[in-house]
């Protein structure tokens, strides 16, 4: 945590980028298990990595998994879930997710367009959100900033959950990023990259400086 503030740096690929992350203040450390990503590590990679990491957080990133394939992702130890998908996701999926993991421990980030927000029926089934930049194309890792006075607004109406707001985000524009959502929990990836899965130790501490570590 930084001045109140918790940070995840997600898209990590390798022990060394995980400790940089960690070192700079990341108490939440993000690996991701969409294959179509650049940023993506395999189940069994994760596992050759795991003992070598630091002692944070642990969250795995994925893609409308099946049930199934969640559960196998829980054997592995991680802390939080984080689940990307559609809007028109059917709620059963949804809520099929948070039987597998615990809605305590499955983060959504629902893949919203402009005019849409967060379902109310998602919001009986996890404890925290993430909401991202829209891309028709993509889930997540676009590099662009998002909506946030969106976030203020969601935040503001459901402080019982934990928000948390991703999108673009770099040393340059975190501390505005802040104080026009009002976040308290972001997350970081391509912002602190020197390419895509490589985390640049120097863009790392420049963050964490202009959150005022």
């Known amino acids: 945590m930084i001045n109140g503030l ?32 650049p940023r993506y590590l395999s189940p069994e990679k994760y596992r050759e990595m795991k ?9 795995a990133v994925c893609v409308e998994p099946t049930p199934v394939d969640l559960a196998r992702l829980g054997e592995l130890g991680f802390d939080f879930f984080q689940i990307h998908f559609n809007a028109d996701a059917p709620d059963h999926l949804v809520a099929a997710w948070a039987q597998t993991v615990g809605s305590n421990r ?48 969601h935040q503001t109406a459901h402080p ?35 390419a895509p899965g490589v985390k640049d130790p120097t863009k790392l501490r420049a963050l964490a400086a202009a959150l005022g570590r």
Do not use: M
């Open 106 to 153: 499955l983060w959504l980030a629902p893949k919203l367009p402009a005019a849409q927000e967060v379902k109310p029926a998602w919001l009986d089934l996890a404890g925290t959100f993430l909401l991202d930049t829209f891309h028709p194309d993509k889930f997540g890792g676009t590099g662009a900033t998002g909506d946030w006075d969106k976030f203020r607004r």
């Open 51 to 59: 003992a070598g990491l630091p002692l944070a957080k642990h969250v």
């Open 160 to 194: 019982q959950k934990t928000w948390i707001l991703s999108g673009g985000l770099t040393p340059e524009n975190i501390a505005e990023a802040i104080r026009a959502s009002g976040a308290k929990f972001v997350d970081v990836n391509s912002g602190v990259e020197s």
């Open 6 to 37: 918790h940070l995840k740096v997600c898209g990590l690929t390798s022990v060394a980028d995980a400790q940089a992350a960690a070192a700079a203040g990341a108490g939440y450390l993000g690996f991701i298990f969409h294959p179509k990503s």
